[in-house]
């Protein structure tokens, strides 16, 4: 699913959703937990996460890739794994990851946070359960990302062999995974609309480091409201 706009296709009743947006929300959830963040709220709005904010939650997030204003901290996964923040339960909103989360979750069965930094500890766990899953792609605004592209490619590339794909964009998804040739970091900077809007935003250096396949084996989880792990 290239879009949240096209989740209602997807029928996700009885299916796993692994979401994602690699640049940059669900790579800060996973770097967060993964350093000890305690949990994850995602909410669709400013005006929720100040609620959050009330009742001495940590906010994060941004609005077209920059930070807002009132919020503790912005959308880089260097943010999120600030020692200071271990231990602690964390509001999120930003403007497509969140959107994806709150979509999917409305007919998921379950909700798994999924990056290129534990992609592998996704495959593993879709591997174990043997269930239809849906790849929700965050997008941008309504459009599809070449990065959260090539994450749904990575991870049918390591699970395909115990499945099928049933649909286009899947097949396109692996085709432009497997052509990046282990290149994954040079073609996301060298081409994704995303990547450049956050060079000219100088959070050049989060395209690197949310490039990077299996540096965080952890498996975030949807559980009531909190993702954690
Ligand atoms: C989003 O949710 O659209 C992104 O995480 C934006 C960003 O890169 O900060």
Redesign the pocket.
């Known amino acids: 699913c290239l879009t949240p706009e096209l989740i209602s296709l997807h029928k996700l009743e009885g299916k796993i959703a692994v979401v994602t947006?690699v640049?940059?929300?669900?790579?800060?959830m996973v770097a967060g937990l993964h350093a000890g963040i305690k949990s994850v709220i995602p909410v669709m709005t400013v005006q929720e996460a100040l609620v959050y904010a009330e009742k001495g939650f940590v906010t994060a997030?941004?609005r077209?890739?920059v930070k807002v204003e009132e919020f503790t901290i912005?959308?880089?996964p260097f943010e999120h794994m600030r020692e200071e923040y271990h231990g602690k339960d964390i509001c999120m909103t930003?403007?497509?990851?969140?959107?994806?989360i709150t979509e999917a979750r409305k007919s998921a069965d379950q909700v798994v946070i999924g990056a290129m930094l534990n992609v592998s500890t996704v495959a593993d766990y879709i591997l174990k359960q043997g269930k239809d899953i849906a790849i929700i792609c965050?997008g941008?605004k309504g459009n599809p990302s070449l990065e959260d592209t090539l994450f749904a490619g990575a991870l049918i590339d390591r699970i395909i062999d115990k499945g099928e794909i049933i649909d286009d964009a899947s097949f396109m998804a692996l085709t432009q995974y497997r052509a990046a040739n282990g290149n994954v970091d040079k073609v996301i900077q060298e081409n994704a609309s995303?990547a450049k809007?956050?060079s000219g935003l100088k959070?050049k250096s989060?395209l690197a480091y949310c490039a990077t396949e299996d540096s965080c084996n952890v498996l975030p989880i949807l559980k009531g409201d909190a993702i954690s792990i």
């Open positions: 947006d640049l940059r929300a669900t790579s800060c997030g941004e077209g890739g912005g959308n880089s930003t403007t497509n990851g969140t959107v994806a965050a941008w995303h809007r956050l959070a989060d």
